[in-house]
């Protein structure tokens, strides 16, 4: 059980393109959603919170307006990247939560950006 | 804010050697505790959940060890196989907004 669903799994676009990445809860219902950057050989990096109706919550320094940010249903969150640039090559994790904020997170399979 | 270190960044042993990798934290006030591995250009597949109460988890080859007054845990992997060669990721659950923080990951390669 609690499966997260993450797709596509590999984004290649030129730059200047906007990217949707969708994230899944396939087996339960996911009252929070997380996303996450990572750099080669870093952490995993908290972008924003997001629960299911209301408003994304984005960490220091992430621009909300670049990232978009959509949680209409209990089991999808979407990321979009708006105006993708070189320097937004990363790869995008997603994490689902469901219940209480003590329950733990399930991962999606991440996403590798990549804009030329 | 929390801060989470692991050492060290890469380690590389014969098959049949046991693991230790460490990670350690800033602030104790932690939920909990959790390991990961993480296979090249994949996501965070769950390897053991440590809450603040417990000293201790085991699964099978893996023991992790938690110390949180001194913030630090241990990964023991036994007896190591080609299969464990991944990244390990540590993170902790803060107390106060339930939000993981990560460190960086230990990367292990077991040589045939």
């Known amino acids: 059980g609690a499966v997260v669903s993450q797709h596509p799994s590999r984004v290649i676009c030129k730059s200047g393109t906007s990217v949707k990445i969708e994230c899944r809860s396939l087996?339960?219902?996911?009252?929070?959603m997380f996303w996450y950057r990572q750099f080669p050989k870093q952490s995993l990096m908290l972008m924003a919170t997001?629960?299911?109706?209301?408003?994304?919550?984005?960490e220091q320094g992430v621009e909300k307006d670049k990232f978009l940010i959509n949680h209409a249903s209990l089991t999808l969150s979407t990321l979009t990247v708006t105006s993708a640039h070189p320097e937004d090559s990363s790869f995008y994790i997603c994490?689902?939560?469901?219940?209480?904020?003590?329950?733990?997170?399930?991962f999606g399979d991440g996403t590798r950006l990549s804009i030329l | 804010k929390q801060e989470v270190t692991q050492i060290p960044a890469a380690l590389s042993v014969p098959e049949g050697e046991n693991l230790v990798l460490n990670c350690s934290f800033t602030?104790?006030?932690?939920?909990?505790l959790q390991w990961f591995r993480q296979d090249p250009g994949k996501g965070l597949t769950s390897l053991l959940l440590?809450?603040?109460?417990?000293r201790e988890q085991t699964s099978g080859r893996l023991n992790a060890s938690l110390d949180k007054s001194s913030g630090r845990s241990t990964l023991y992997i036994a007896a190591s196989q080609p299969g464990d060669s991944a990244t390990y990721l540590c993170?902790?659950?803060?107390?106060?907004?339930?939000?993981?923080?990560f460190g960086a990951g230990t990367t292990v390669t077991v040589r045939a």
């Open positions: 994490s689902a939560r469901g219940g209480a904020h003590n329950q733990p997170q399930h």
């Open positions: 087996d339960f219902q996911a009252t929070t």
């Open positions: 997001s629960n299911e109706g209301s408003k994304a919550t984005y």
């Open positions: 602030d104790s006030a932690i939920y909990n």
């Open positions: 440590i809450q603040s109460s417990q």
């Open positions: 993170a902790v659950t803060r107390s106060n907004d339930y939000k993981l923080s």
